[in-house]
C-alpha cells in the first residue's frame, strides 16, 4: 500500500475514533467520581451507564476498526490475538501502556456483563479518572504520526 494509500485509510478510520473519544470527554465534563461505598438509585446512575456504553463503543471502534486499519496499513495483515494487536500499536509509539490497554479492553468487555453494582461505580470511576485521559492521549499520539485531516 502506498504512502498516500495508508494515510487514507488511517485518515478515514481516525475520524470515528476521535469522534467517539471526543463524546466520551464532553459527557464526563457533566459526572462527578462516584463515592464506591456510596448507595444510588438507578435514576442516579443512568448517566454513568450511558457512560460506560461510550466507552464500550469507542473501545469497539478502536481496536475492531482503527487497529485493523493500521495494521492492514502499516504491516499487511492482521494480527492473531488482542495481545500481539497491543504490541503492534506499541511498537508503533500509539499506545504506551499494552497492561493498561489490556485492562480497558477487558473491562469494556465486562460492561455488558450484569456486574455487581460496586464493580460497576468503579470501572465508572475508571473510565473518568484514568481510561478518558488515556483515549486522548492515544488522539495525539495518532495525529502525531499521522498528519489527520479533519473533515
Known amino acids: 500500500m502506498t504512502m498516500t494509500g495508508v494515510k487514507d485509510v488511517i485518515n478515514t478510520n481516525f475520524v470515528k475514533v476521535e469522534q467517539s473519544i471526543l463524546s466520551l470527554t464532553r459527557e464526563r465534563k457533566n459526572l ?4 464506591e461505598k456510596g448507595v444510588y438509585s438507578a ?27 493500521v495494521e492492514i496499513a502499516e504491516y499487511g495483515d ?3 490475538d488482542t495481545p500481539s494487536c497491543i504490541a503492534k500499536m506499541k511498537c508503533l509509539s500509539l ?32 473510565i473518568l479518572t484514568i481510561y478518558i485521559d488515556e483515549l486522548n492521549e492515544f488522539c495525539r499520539r495518532v495525529e502525531n504520526r499521522y498528519p489527520v485531516k479533519h473533515p
Request: net charge negative.
Open 95 to 126: 499506545i504506551i501502556s499494552e497492561e493498561l490497554w489490556m485492562e480497558m479492553i477487558n473491562n469494556r468487555s465486562g460492561i455488558s456483563f450484569p456486574l455487581q453494582p460496586e464493580i460497576r461505580i468503579k470501572l465508572c470511576n475508571k
Open 43 to 69: 435514576r442516579e446512575l443512568v448517566p454513568y451507564e450511558m457512560l460506560m456504553m461510550r466507552f464500550e463503543r469507542a473501545l469497539e471502534i478502536i481496536c475492531n476498526v482503527f487497529f485493523r486499519a
Open 78 to 80: 492482521l494480527s492473531g
Open 32 to 35: 462527578g467520581i462516584l463515592d
